[in-house]
């Protein structure tokens, strides 16, 4: 932008000696008829004025119409009629009839004054004045080709039904009231069941198979926009239909960005009235919230420290809810990413709030009563919040809040939930593979895997607690009574269980922690629980690679303090590493052939591509040697 200007600046110096040439009659008398007395920003704010017909090409340039096959007239017809647009609306971008070099005279002179804001806008005008082509490229990329006669048919429907939801929002004050009078009831059921209509058919669209497409068209038509507009419409909140239709607006919201980053952008604009709505507990907007940030790593990493704030304060004021908890969740992993800041964001923001936020059952009396909540299997199936789900909701919360070796928020976690806590929990009979598995991983990521050495970890009994339980659960989980149709319990011991084991294991390995003659019997139990586990599994879907990568773990550790074996549990481990061997080994082959066979087939593609490259100018010397 810079060099443009000092180009622009040349061009203007010349232009002293070659006359200057004037702007457009009506856009001279923008710029000309301001009193000399008056601020400068008022020239600026005409030059920004300049602009809207530009925009207003773009707009007409980029909308969404639907294309038809046609026959070779016809195209010629279109063709003749898009070189048409270019030139002709040219001259609408120049912004006056000199090529922009007037326009961008002006700006340099007002550059020239001592007013900061003035000099701070004329070098945006500036800036986009030389924009503008690069604008209009990006506005072009974004046109959606209608191909089909069923892209077609949905384009018109959505049309349609917009133009008519338009309609009835700009004269919802006509229909949208408290009268009790029969007329006006009718009126206002006729309305609510035409927008409710139009709502479940175009979030009907976001639903299907061609999700995805749909959500663009529907972006490009401006959808989102109109059912703003019905959701900013003044209304009583206590009118059930009203209410009906604002919950049938969300859910359109939700299904509009749902898997869909372009669509989430649009709606962040609207993130503050959405967190105005959350004070309507009628109303999902944190639903809304979640989804619109659900996956999306540029979003979060962009949340603003007042969102979660209002969000954790929200659990304070109106109630332990479980949805604000999962909003909280959405934005510090989002792609499976971790986000530090939103991590340290949260955890200061928990630092404020009551005791009854934080609701962890350290002390006996309150211990019971979540032994009586775990032994209600139902609330963890329930759709609607209860302290069981609240809790492990915090938990894994937390949980998150610690991953990848976050020093501050594990000495925050660690003053929440102690060790002793946690394998207090994890190790009660009662407690169901839901909650086992929660307190498992918040043991691995705030006290095992963390970035200062946690030495008391390594020599607690507390841990050796939670084998032996585990491998009471392993056993269980063998035996021919077991019902292999437990997801819940299946993922505990194949998954969260087989983990932890290797990493405590792998940690006892790296720091050489000393293991007692009692804790080297008690290994041994472990990896020939392991490998009864990994009988169990086989010919079943279930995965065995944290089984396997556990027995191997333990293996290392068993080799390097030189611990016997018994035979007939080493001839075990043995046939089982070894099978994993052969499966590694046989992966190893399987990827290596696909390299070659990748490979083949590129090179045959560049011997393809040379070839064409050769013949075509073989053809080019003997046209010339021809001509």
Not at 148 to 168: T, Y
Request: charged fraction near 25%; glycine fraction near 2%.
């Amino acid at each position: 932008a810079a060099a443009a200007a000092a180009a622009a600046a040349a061009n203007a110096a010349n232009g002293g000696r070659h006359g200057s040439q004037s702007l457009s009659v009506d856009k001279h008398r923008k710029l000309t008829s301001l009193s000399t007395e008056e601020p400068m920003r008022r020239l600026l704010k005409c030059a920004e004025d300049l602009f809207a017909p530009s925009d207003n090409m773009i707009q007409q340039v980029v909308q969404p119409r639907a294309f038809r096959r046609t026959s070779s007239r016809h195209e010629h017809s279109n063709a003749v009629d898009a070189e048409n647009l270019s030139t002709e609306d040219r001259r609408v971008l120049e912004l006056d009839d000199d090529g922009g070099r007037s326009f961008v005279r002006v700006l340099l002179h007002l550059c020239l004054t001592s007013n900061e804001e003035v000099v701070s806008g004329a070098l945006q005008l500036i800036i986009r004045q030389f924009s503008q082509q690069e604008e209009l490229l990006a506005a072009i990329k974004q046109v959606q080709l209608l191909v089909s006669e069923d892209d077609v048919h949905v384009f018109k429907r959505i049309k349609v039904n917009l133009d008519e939801l338009r309609s009835k929002v700009e004269k919802s004050e006509l229909w949208v009231n408290d009268s009790q009078q029969q007329d006006d009831q009718s009126s206002l059921s006729a309305n609510v069941a035409a927008i409710d209509r139009i709502l479940r058919d175009i979030t009907a669209l976001c639903e299907c198979s061609t999700r995805a497409h749909h959500q663009r068209l529907l972006r490009n038509l401006d959808a989102h926009n109109e059912v703003m507009n019905l959701l900013k419409i003044a209304h009583d909140p206590d009118n059930p239909d009203i209410c009906r239709l604002m919950q049938a607006a969300h859910r359109f919201l939700q299904a509009f960005c749902r898997q869909n980053k372009e669509n989430q952008i649009v709606l962040s604009k609207f993130v503050p009235f959405f967190l105005e709505q959350t004070s309507n507990p009628k109303l999902p907007a944190e639903t809304t919230l979640t989804v619109l940030y659900h996956d999306n790593i540029e979003l979060c990493r962009t949340v603003k420290k007042k969102i979660i704030q209002h969000f954790v304060a929200a659990l304070d004021t109106r109630g332990r809810e479980v949805k604000h908890l999962r909003f909280l969740r959405t934005i510090v992993k989002p792609e499976g990413q971790l986000i530090p800041q939103v991590q340290n964001m949260i955890m200061d923001s928990f630092s404020s709030v009551s005791e009854d936020v934080l609701l962890f059952y350290n002390d006996p009396t309150s211990m019971a009563t979540l032994v009586e909540l775990m032994r209600n299997e139902e609330l963890l199936e329930s759709q609607t919040t209860n302290d069981l789900l609240y809790h492990l909701e915090l938990v894994d919360l937390l949980s998150c809040c610690t991953e990848g070796m976050n020093v501050y928020t594990e000495i925050k976690c660690q003053s929440y939930l102690p060790l002793e806590d946690v394998v207090r929990v994890a190790t009660h009979p009662e407690a169901p593979p839901q909650v086992k598995s929660t307190y498992c991983m918040f043991l691995m990521n705030c006290f095992l895997e963390t970035e200062v050495e946690m030495k008391e970890v390594h020599y607690s009994n507390h841990i050796w607690d939670l084998f032996r339980s585990m491998i009471e659960d392993m056993l269980r989980f063998c035996s021919d009574e077991y019902d292999m149709s437990v997801k819940a319990f299946n993922e505990y011991i194949t998954n969260v269980a087989c983990n932890t084991i290797r990493l405590y294991f792998k940690i006892c390995n790296d720091y050489s922690v000393n293991l007692s003659e009692q804790k080297s019997s008690e290994l041994i139990l472990i990896i020939d629980t392991l490998c009864s586990v990994n009988e169990r599994v086989k010919g079943t879907s279930i995965s065995n690679f944290h089984i396997q990568h556990a027995a191997q773990t333990i293996s290392k550790l068993i080799a390097d303090r030189d611990i016997k074996l018994p035979p007939e549990i080493e001839a075990r481990v043995t046939a089982f590493l070894n099978e994993k061997n052969a499966v590694n080994m046989g992966l190893s082959k399987w990827a290596a052939r696909i390299r070659v066979r990748r490979g083949s087939e590129a090179q045959k593609v560049d011997e393809r591509t040379i070839a064409q490259g050769n013949s075509t100018n073989n053809n080019t010397n003997s046209s010339n040697n021809s001509n």
